[in-house]
């Protein structure tokens, strides 16, 4: 258990919907990061938070947009979802986000857009 | 662009038989290389952390290596138990902090 916590574990939507998924970074970490994972592509990174702000940005949709709130937690918000959008979706969480600092994921949020 | 090519894409070994993993990168200026282990449907799960070429680490039968251009997972006497995918990610100088670049991954089979 790396102590990253993702809710919920699976999501089933329709196209066209919105969706939000959580994430609750380790005790300590003030650095958060999304990655989806597509069967053909692996880990893509989307986006990362720093102490409630935005750090880094990877190869994130503009349909997607994500937040860090005061309380370190983070959410990823899907609109206008599509069928490609079904992957995996994890959090990460790491100490500062600076330097090299080692990311720990959580257990990942399965999205299946019919 | 960085890039991270891992090889092969999958392997199958008896158990006890022992291999190494590819992964070869391209970044501009390596600030770290990770290695992750991935059960299917779960999240990766840290490993190793490489920051300069000649540099080896060690846990139970993996051990990582770092050159200029590539790293190695050499796993000794597998068990059925390391039967997992195995990611190597690097983290280049320029860019965003942790700007972290994952391969696809090696999905390793040991069989008892």
Do not use: M
């Not at chain 1, 919920?8 to 005790?27: D, E, F, N, Y």
């Not at chain 1, 989307?46 to 860090?68: D, H, M, P, V």
């Amino acid at each position: 258990d790396s102590g990253v916590t993702q809710t919920p574990k699976h999501l089933i939507t329709a196209t066209g919907q919105r969706v939000t998924l959580r994430c609750s970074p380790r005790s300590g970490d003030l650095s958060v990061y999304w990655y989806q994972q597509s069967l053909d592509q692996g880990l893509q990174f989307l986006i990362q938070y720093y102490n409630g702000e935005e750090r880094a940005k990877g190869n994130i949709l503009e349909r997607f947009s994500a937040q860090q709130f005061p309380d370190l937690h983070s959410e990823l918000n899907l609109s206008s979802l599509e069928l490609g959008d079904s992957a995996l979706y994890f959090c990460a969480s790491s100490i500062t986000g600076g330097a090299v600092d080692t990311q720990y994921f959580g257990p990942g949020t399965r999205l299946t857009v019919l | 662009e960085d890039q991270v090519t891992q090889s092969p894409e999958a392997l199958r070994l008896q158990e006890g038989e022992s291999s190494s993993l590819n992964c070869s990168y391209t970044v501009s200026g390596l600030r770290g290389l990770f290695w992750y282990r991935q059960d299917p449907g779960k999240g990766p799960e840290f490993l190793f952390t490489l920051y300069s070429a000649g540099e080896e680490k060690e846990k139970e039968r993996l051990k990582a290596t770092l050159t200029k251009k590539e790293s190695f997972l050499h796993i000794t006497a597998p068990k059925p138990e390391d039967s997992a995918t195995y990611l190597c990610a690097v983290q280049p100088y320029s860019g965003g902090y942790q700007k972290v670049t994952f391969g696809i991954g090696t999905k390793l089979q040991v069989i008892p």
